[in-house]
Nanobody, 116 residues
């Protein structure tokens, strides 16, 4: 099993910034990609950002230019820097990892609330 621990969510005013971190541990074989999804109340879960093992990044159109995903300093960690936050960014953010052996594994989620 692969365990994911997220941190960094919270409450921020519109225009502010938050930094989410996620650390993967456990039965990691080879991580192909790590990233973040989010789910707002009454909406489907959507991809926010992903970074591949080769460093390629992809972003949802709604966050492109405001959010940055990168590898953390520690092994098997990923960071999501969120700037210029908007109320519509309010959601539970879930970290995920695609491992070659374990498949797709999810974190518990961290709440991000942006007040107007």
């Amino acid at each position: 099993q692969v365990q994911l621990v997220e941190s960094g969510g919270g409450l921020v005013q519109a225009g502010g910034s938050l930094r989410l971190s996620c650390a993967a541990s456990g039965s990691i074989f080879r991580i192909k990609a790590m990233g973040w999804y989010r789910q707002a109340p009454g909406k489907q879960r959507e991809l926010v950002a992903v970074i591949s093992s080769g460093g390629t990044t992809n972003y949802a159109d709604s966050v492109n230019g405001r959010f940055t995903i990168s590898r953390g300093n520690a092994k098997n960690t990923v960071v999501l820097q969120m700037n210029s936050l908007k109320p519509e960014d309010t959601a539970v953010y879930y970290c995920y990892v695609d491992d070659q052996f374990a498949g797709t594994c999810w974190g518990q989620g961290t709440q991000v609330t942006v007040s107007s």
